[in-house]
């Protein structure tokens, strides 16, 4: 299930506060497995673009739900199908959860401070001044 908000609305889905030690182990291994998620128009993955707001994992009637708020670069963005496809890939592919839950924000709006150390690195590697 994927839901993209209106980039006016300032609401966004938060992380409940009672998450296991097991849901926030599991978290940890889909943020590592977001790594593998590239951005089609930079080839940088969405972890080091700074595009992954926030990473839970919810039970639903016994099965894992990887719950993701992320952004794009832009709100006019046409790849988040592309994107979606990858995480679903990644994550269900690869077993790590059962489902995923992708809603994409808009608050805070995205921007360069939000790019890694190393994706930086691999920025200026391409030949983007960053």
Same mark, same amino acid.
């Given at each position: 299930?994927?839901?993209?908000?209106?980039?006016?609305?300032?609401?966004?889905?938060?992380? %409940?506060?009672?998450?296991?030690? +097991?849901?926030?182990?599991? @978290?940890?291994? /889909?943020?590592?497995?977001?790594? #593998?998620? $590239? !951005?089609?128009?930079?080839?940088?993955?969405?972890?080091?673009?700074?595009?992954?707001?926030?990473?839970?994992?919810?039970?639903?009637?016994?099965?894992?739900?990887?719950?993701?708020?992320?952004?794009?670069?832009?709100?006019?963005? %046409?790849?988040?199908?592309?994107? +979606?496809?990858?995480?679903? @890939?990644?994550? /269900?592919?690869?077993?790590?959860? #059962?489902? $995923? !839950?992708?809603?994409?924000?808009?608050?805070?709006?995205?921007?360069?401070?939000?790019?890694?150390?190393?994706?930086?690195?691999?920025?200026?590697?391409?030949?983007?001044?960053?």
């Amino acid at each position: 299930m994927t839901e993209q908000n209106d980039p006016t609305d300032n609401v966004q889905r938060q992380r %409940p506060e009672n998450l296991t030690e +097991e849901q926030e182990s599991l @978290a940890f291994d /889909v943020t590592e497995y977001l790594y #593998d998620v $590239i !951005d089609p128009e930079l080839g940088i993955n969405v972890v080091d673009l700074g595009l992954v707001y926030d990473v839970w994992i919810e039970d639903r009637e016994g099965e894992d739900v990887a719950m993701i708020n992320m952004t794009l670069t832009s709100p006019a963005c %046409p790849l988040t199908d592309v994107i +979606e496809d990858q995480v679903q @890939a990644a994550l /269900v592919g690869n077993g790590i959860v #059962d489902h $995923i !839950d992708l809603e994409w924000v808009w608050l805070p709006p995205w921007g360069h401070h939000m790019i890694t150390e190393d994706g930086r690195e691999q920025l200026r590697s391409l030949g983007f001044a960053v």
